[in-house]
């Protein structure tokens, strides 16, 4: 795990400042605090920092092959990297370190832009071939890890961070308020955009091609799952799935530095934990918890679990007063707004595991892929709510929207009976109805217009999920969108802003592309979600663990919190005319959301929080500029940003 940087002046050929990519690579050194290298000719120019995981003595990067025709930047683990190896070999390759990183190399020799297809693993990537004077950017197909980009004048400037890319000039930087409209609807902002106006991040799965003067993005995975042939059996699938959990685990193992793994109080972590026993044992387990008043919830489950399983538990304990003074920093480390409650636990366990392990498993995945939220109930039974009748539809709409609060239940009933699939899932995924959001920014600015919403970005994916059914076309989205630009975004840069690596065995290519074949009776029966998953933890977990309710990092305590803040004086932001927000949105409907939250007519902390949120990000990048970084000034301009 690394920070990757670079410039490349791929219209004059003007020579790059050696001295910007040494500034550029600075701006990441938590990302990589032991080690650091670079790569200056002419127009291209790479910075590169190292987080030692694998090969100690031999991972230095930039890396190339032997007569230096391909140089590779890289930030992330290839799991399969020993399989490739020898296949390589196998083709003539001679390898001279036992880093992953170079079967990246001798692999673009032999498959060009193909290699992706053949990497297992988690990465953001620069490949520069020397002969064809071609740059391939590079996300991997779960997006696990990021790519941020610049292109300005024949000049493309990209980073693991946005960092640096603001550490590579001195101009001013906006706020895009197209990406803020689509934050305030979704708590993040989802690929490609970035909510600093002309900078983007690739989508998962995507990669940009320079050469000849030209940058192009395309997107290089294109898995389309297909049904299986023949009918799983329930026994089948859930000895196949055991099977493909085991090897994943046993690759995200693969490590010369000490591992552990982020243990909260449910199943998902819990056969995690399980699981890594088949390797070995006595791992450290850490589990972040919030005082005596709620030493029943997380933290005592967690080490039960932990106790059962026989890890070497530690617990870390928040309290609310320190919650709300460590969102500014977390905040900057964010560096775009997220209005998930899980950030602020994420932010602390990480800090403290980092204090023992260099690599620490993490349990994400289960839930998008066999449908552990509400929400998937929701587009599960969703055939049959629109198969009622139109008038009985509209009967039941008009009641669920006469009760207080119950927001959720609100936006279910309005979303389900959308026609048109993308939108649908559109609806599904938004915090409040887009009138609502529109109807916050001043006016002339960019308020998200029909023809500029989350379903544009989402149009190429279609095609992908023709053959799978409603849930699992929803999964397919959250897949590629929000659990890469939210959930694994706030994961790699709190981990990592402790020099954490953080990874994910649930979401290996070989389990999510198994679950995506597999039909919904799989994942949601008789109303209990998760089910194929639940099969294969009762092999593992005692009953009181599966019974135990949903709880994440106990994130229902710091939702409360979140509330209990925005009832107090987080308001006052939301309040004060001068607060910087004000620069795009109006002060009246802001205030009118906040007091029919505290009415008690309607829950709008989701969105309240998402406001203060973005305000305190407003806040730290002014924090930033007083430091010598880049200026943000909020933009009311209402332009569309065209992008080559």
């Known amino acids: 795990m690394c ?71 890289f930030n992330g683990e290839i799991y399969n990297f020993k399989e490739l190896r020898l296949e390589l070999e196998q083709l003539g390759y001679c390898f001279r370190t036992n880093c992953d990183t170079e079967v990246i190399v001798h692999g673009y020799r032999e498959w060009g832009t193909d290699v992706f297809n053949h990497l297992n693993g988690m990465f953001g990537l620069a490949i520069w071939d020397v002969k064809k004077k071609r740059l391939v950017v590079a996300r991997d197909a779960m997006g696990i890890k990021f790519v941020y980009y610049k292109i300005s004048g024949g000049e493309l400037t990209f980073g693991s961070e946005i960092r640096a890319i603001l550490a590579a000039e001195d101009s001013q930087t906006e706020v895009d308020p197209l990406a803020l409209n689509l934050f305030l609807r979704f708590r993040y902002t989802p690929s490609p955009l970035t909510i600093f106006q002309g900078i983007r991040k690739l989508a998962s799965g995507t990669m940009l091609i320079i050469e000849r003067g030209r940058c192009r993005e395309e997107r290089w995975y294109n898995y389309k799952p297909t049904p299986f042939a023949s009918p799983k059996s329930d026994e089948d699938a859930r000895e196949e799935l055991l099977q493909l959990y085991r090897a994943a685990v046993r690759r995200h193992l693969l490590s010369d530095v000490p591992v552990g793994i982020l243990l909260s109080g449910g199943l998902d972590s819990g056969l995690l934990l399980a699981l890594m026993n088949e390797e070995g044992e006595s791992w450290p387990a850490y589990t972040i918890g919030y005082g005596d008043a709620f030493e029943g919830d997380e933290l005592h489950d967690a080490a039960e679990t932990a106790s059962l399983l026989r890890a070497r538990h530690v617990s870390i304990r928040l309290d609310q007063a320190e919650f709300e003074r460590s969102l500014p920093e977390i905040v900057q480390c964010l560096e775009e707004p997220i209005a998930a409650s899980s950030i602020v636990p994420m932010y602390f366990v990480s ?53 207080p609060r119950n927001e959720t239940l609100k936006r279910a009933v309005s979303s389900l009976a959308t026609g048109d699939r993308l939108r649908r899932y559109q609806d599904v995924f938004s915090l409040a109805p887009a009138e609502t959001i529109n109807g916050l920014f001043q006016e002339g600015s960019a308020n998200g217009n029909s023809d500029h919403e989350l379903v544009n970005y989402w149009r190429p994916l279609a095609s992908q999920m023709t053959e799978i059914d409603e849930l699992g076309g929803f999964q397919l989205l959250e897949v590629r969108s929000s659990l890469p630009d939210e959930l694994l975004m706030y994961a790699d840069k709190l981990s990592m802003a402790h020099g954490l690596e953080v990874r994910v065995p649930y979401l290996d290519r070989t389990v999510v592309e198994y679950v995506q074949r597999l039909d919904a009776s799989f ?81 709008n902390h989701k969105l309240l929080f998402s406001l203060v949120m973005f305000e305190q990000w407003l806040r730290q990048m002014r924090v930033i500029n007083n430091d010598g970084g880049a200026e943000l000034v909020p933009s009311d301009s209402g332009a569309k940003r065209e992008y080559s």
């Open 351 to 403: 800090r403290r595991a980092r204090e023992d392990v260099k690599v620490a498993l993490n349990g994400q995945g289960p839930d998008e892929l066999f449908g552990g939220y509400k929400r998937h109930l929701g587009v599960f039974y969703g055939d049959w709510w629109r198969r009622l009748p139109a008038g009985l539809r509209t009967v039941i709409g008009y009641v669920a929207n006469q009760l």
């Open 523 to 603: 994942k949601i029966r008789g109303g209990t979600r998760k089910w194929l998953h639940r099969q294969v933890c009762q092999s593992y977990l005692p009953p009181r663990i599966l019974k135990r309710k949903k709880r994440g990092f106990a994130v229902n305590v710091v939702d409360a919190w979140f509330q209990s803040a925005v009832s107090s004086h987080f308001s006052d932001l939301l309040l004060d005319t001068s607060s910087l927000m004000f620069h795009l949105l109006k002060p009246e409907p802001v205030r009118k959301l906040l007091e029919a939250h505290r009415s008690g007519r309607q829950d």
């Open 3 to 73: 920070g990757i940087c670079g410039q490349f002046n791929f219209v004059s050929d003007e020579p790059v400042n050696p001295e910007t990519i040494r500034r550029m690579a600075s701006s990441i050194a938590h990302r990589g605090p032991d080690d650091e290298g670079f790569f200056v000719s002419g127009p291209i120019g790479l910075g590169f920092r190292r987080l030692s995981i694998i090969d100690l003595a031999g991972g230095h990067q930039p890396m190339a092959d032997a007569d230096k025709s391909v140089w590779v930047i």
